[in-house]
């Protein structure tokens, strides 16, 4: 691994804004399409780039391989699940809310990592930091104006989804001798397995009239913030590696809330913007002091 020149650092700021960039497409897709149907479409445009590597790296898809049944449960928890409930939850409250409470799943992740794998438990200082980063989403709910009696649940909601990709990120760990390319693209098509019946069944697509507005959205939800996203991301973790990469999580909030303003019109409060702070500082305390091994970490954004 590398020092990160200019390039890199360009490569990260850019991946953070196409991340941060999607929970603001995600709200006005759903303007148009109802949940099921749009994590249905948005995984198989992200399908399409991922094929195509795959095809031109010479690389063997594993989907329905002896290993099947892990490439499908993941497809299910890190794909299909948190994408239904993301587009749910980012329906009903601030893109930017969305981007914020995403931006916690490493907080999320080291929970379940300390009752799931051996290598990964809390220390006090990442305890701390995991408290303090929950400290301030708890301020969120104090707000009033963000979140309310009448929107709260989605916000809930939008954690699950968050807490799914943390789950099957640790599921992924049972693949973590299987290249990223594979994992990624097998886990995709698999999710697309599992949205497609209950999309047809449960929302009838056919019958719905979507915008050019929501479609153009949903176009890039799959090409831009999933295929080419995941393609940035594998870049950087394989020149300038993990610890480098994660680095994203700082930044994707700020663009979330500043494309939130700028291009939705949404209110920001200063008990947003001290909330956004305090999950970072609690962010920051728990990576600085991270000392686990994570390899072969796997989420599609």
């Known amino acids: 691994m590398r020092e990160a020149n200019t390039f890199d650092l360009s490569l990260l700021i850019l991946l953070a804004i196409i991340w941060g ?17 749009l994590a249905l479409v948005r995984v198989i445009f992200a ?10 790296s010479g690389i063997k898809i594993e989907a329905f391989s002896k290993n099947w049944s892990w490439y499908a449960l993941i497809g299910l928890c890190n794909i299909a699940i948190p ?4 587009a ?10 969305a981007a914020i409470l995403m931006s916690t799943t490493p907080l999320s992740g080291s929970i379940l990592a300390h009752f799931f794998t051996k290598d990964e438990k809390l220390s006090f200082l990442k305890s701390l930091g995991v408290l303090i980063g929950f400290s301030g989403i708890i301020l969120l709910f104090f707000d009033k104006v963000i979140i309310n009696s009448e929107n709260y649940i989605y916000a809930l909601i939008t954690i699950l989804g968050s807490t799914f990709y943390c789950i099957g990120g640790l599921l992924t760990l049972k693949l973590k001798n ?8 097998s886990t995709t098509l698999w ?13 009838t697509p056919w019958e ?23 393609l940035i991301r594998f870049r950087i973790l394989t020149i300038n590696g993990l610890v480098f990469q994660t680095q994203v999580a700082y930044l994707i909030p700020i663009f979330g809330i500043i494309f ?38 796997h989420r599609v954004n």
């Not at 749910?88 to 809310?97: D, H, M, R, V």
């Not at 299987?178 to 693209?185: A, G, S």
């Open 260 to 297: 939130g303003y700028y291009l939705m019109d949404e209110i920001i409060t200063w008990k947003v913007i001290v909330s956004l702070v305090v999950i970072l500082i609690g962010i920051y305390i728990f990576k600085k002091n991270n000392k686990g091994k994570k390899k072969n970490e």
């Open 191 to 203: 999710s697309v397995i599992f949205l497609l019946p209950f999309s047809l069944i449960l929302e």
């Open 208 to 230: 719905s009239s979507p915008t050019l507005a929501s479609t153009l959205s949903l176009l890039y939800l799959g090409v831009i913030a999933t295929g080419l996203a995941w």
């Open 178 to 185: 299987k290249k990223n390319e594979n994992v990624t693209t």
């Open 88 to 97: 749910i939850g980012t329906a009903k409250i601030n893109s930017y809310l």
């Open 47 to 56: 399908s399409i780039p991922l094929l195509i590597l795959c095809k031109i």
């Open 21 to 37: 960039s999607s929970f603001f497409n995600i709200k006005i897709a759903t303007y148009s399409y109802d949940p099921i149907t």
């Open 83 to 86: 994408f239904v409930l993301i």
